[in-house]
């Protein structure tokens, strides 16, 4: 199974927010309401994830968990795909 | 020869001496193979000559009949129809040779009955399976076979007379008849082609359905019935082509009709009367509307006349209470049709249980954001459909058919140059524009060419 890794997971989501008209900063530890990165752009991420894999991600494995951050994305998403 | 002339002038239907052009070969009604039926009959055809045989022989013989194209029944569809006391009858599968297969262009042999593997002794052939259950016929009883977009074909009782909706006198015309035999839009260009003179039909064969516009010219066909997918397809495969067709009725049905597709018809047919019909093999034709506007006036809505269907939305869903039902319906039919209120008309947008997306918790209706997809002046089809997405449990995704490179085929919209269509970022922009955050397509994927099923729609 093809992996993304996190630095292609960040381009990704740089796509998602250029297509929104917003940018992606560099600071992993940006938070997610000042840069303007919603439930559908995570939404849409994971979908681009899923496409470049070929493989749908399991949402329900790893259980609830805050996600605030640029890096919290970047995180869940590399270790969403090892489920 | 005294004894065809008896019972010709007996029973033949008015229109059987109407033109029809079939499989390369011009002929009428009564030219076609002699079919010998044992009714109940299920006919699978393998062309579309023997469905028109078929559907000739019930006009005159008035056998209980089923018309259907083999492809559609599976084998266990077969048993279930033997099991019903249908004999299964297959004609045409042998077709390479036109004159096994009981026709030639010059018409019949004075036998008649040379229909595929038939002889005149009648029941000898292989393409004759009995029933298991055999039982009585049913004398002027038509099937169809429900168009299974809700899943497994069902039968639907209907007769000639239910099946038969344009009655007023028609201004002649040839028609083209693209559908797949045993439809009911397929029963719908028969019927009227069968009861009154001067409707002619060209026939298009499912291999000739790319390159219809040109048959058609050849033919002069004035007058042409389809879904929206098979008008989009045209008008994307060769717009030129289109426009060479004489036409002076266009007719929409079979699917949700919206604005573009009927303005983009109405920029190449300026004259023409361009229709949309909704109808179903349940409820019959229930609303036709010749304005040229997608949906129809909210004014009919609980309007009852007699002999006519009365038309209703409840909870966002077409009722429709018909004369023309299938038999064994009655009363308000609920067709499972999304009806939205939007000013002065009623839009029908798709079907209730594939049109509804719900992106974490906002309800989308596909329909209506397909249809800000197809506005888009270098959109020519697109798709909608819901896909599973975290946190918001579905997301509105897309598929898109651009229209092709080069000059659009009349005025309006700007010339397209070639590898200049639309990309997805641009269309995702055109929707957000259009549509609340929710209901934009988030991920639209281009494809070159529409999507089709046997049945012209493209909705799986």
């Known amino acids: 199974m093809k992996e ?57 494995a790893p259980g609830l968990r805050r996600i605030a951050t640029v890096g919290d994305v970047l995180d869940f998403l590399v270790e969403l795909q090892r489920q | 020869m005294s004894v065809g002339t008896a019972r010709q002038a007996a029973v033949h239907p008015a229109g059987a001496d109407n033109r029809i052009v079939v499989a390369g070969a011009t002929l009428t009604w009564r030219d076609l193979p002699e079919l010998a039926l044992p009714g109940p009959a299920a006919v699978l055809a393998h062309s579309a000559r023997h469905a028109l045989a078929a559907a000739h022989h019930h006009a005159v013989h008035g056998t209980e009949l089923l018309v259907s194209t083999a492809s559609r029944v599976d084998t266990g569809m077969r048993d279930e129809l033997r099991a019903a006391g249908f004999t299964v009858a297959e004609f045409g599968a042998e077709a390479a040779d036109p004159a096994a297969a009981g026709l030639t262009a010059a018409g019949l042999t004075a036998a008649g009955l040379t229909a595929a593997g038939l002889t005149a002794a009648g029941l000898t052939a292989a393409g004759l399976t009995a029933a298991t259950r055999p039982r009585p016929a049913e004398p002027g009883r038509l099937w169809l076979l429900t168009s299974g977009s809700t899943g497994r074909p069902k039968r639907v009782g209907h007769t000639l007379e239910s099946l038969t909706t344009v009655r007023g006198h028609q201004p002649g015309r040839t028609w083209l008849c693209p559908y797949a035999p045993g439809t009911y839009a397929w029963w719908q260009v028969v019927t009227l082609s069968l009861t009154q003179a001067g409707q002619h039909l060209v026939v298009v064969e499912p291999e000739q359905l790319d390159d219809w516009p040109a048959l058609a010219a050849t033919h002069g066909v004035d007058a042409a019935s389809g879904t ?70 909210v ?41 939205q209120i939007l000013g002065d008309r009623v839009l029908i947008t798709g079907r209730l249980d594939s049109d509804e997306i719900n992106v974490g918790g906002s309800k989308v209706s596909a329909g209506g954001v397909r249809d800000v997809l197809t506005a888009h002046p270098q959109v020519a089809w697109a798709r909608v459909t819901g896909r599973r997405a975290p946190l918001l449990g579905q997301m509105v995704v897309a598929e898109v058919v651009p229209v092709p490179a080069g000059p659009p085929p009349t005025g309006g919209a700007a010339p397209v140059a070639p590898g200049d269509g639309p990309d997805e970022a641009a269309l995702v922009r055109w929707c957000a524009d259009r549509l609340p955050e929710y209901a934009v397509p988030r991920r639209i994927r281009l494809l070159t060419e529409i999507p089709v099923k046997e049945t012209l729609k493209s909705d799986v």
Do not use: C
């Open chain 2, 299 to 339: 004014r009919w809505l609980d309007r009852v006349t007699p002999g006519r269907p009365t038309i209703g939305v409840l909870d966002g869903e077409l009722v429709i209470t018909s004369p023309y039902h299938g038999a064994g319906l009655a009363g308000p039919v609920r067709t499972g049709d999304r009806a």
């Open chain 2, 228 to 297: 929206p997918t098979f008008w989009r397809r045209a008008l994307h495969r060769d717009p030129a082509g289109l426009a060479r067709v004489p036409l002076r009725q266009v007719t929409l049905g079979g699917e949700p009709v919206d604005q573009a597709i009927l303005d983009r018809l109405r920029e190449l047919f300026p004259a023409a009367r361009i229709s949309w019909i909704y109808a179903s093999s349940e409820v019959g034709a229930a609303i036709v509307v010749h304005d040229g506007r997608a949906g129809f006036p």
């Open chain 1, 4 to 60: 993304l890794s996190r630095a292609q997971i960040r381009d990704l989501m740089a796509q998602v927010l250029k297509n929104q008209g917003k940018v992606l900063p560099a600071d992993d530890a940006a938070d997610l309401r000042e840069v303007g990165f919603r439930s559908l752009d995570f939404s849409e991420l994971a979908l681009r994830v899923e496409d470049e894999t070929g493989e749908e991600l399991n949402f329900d």
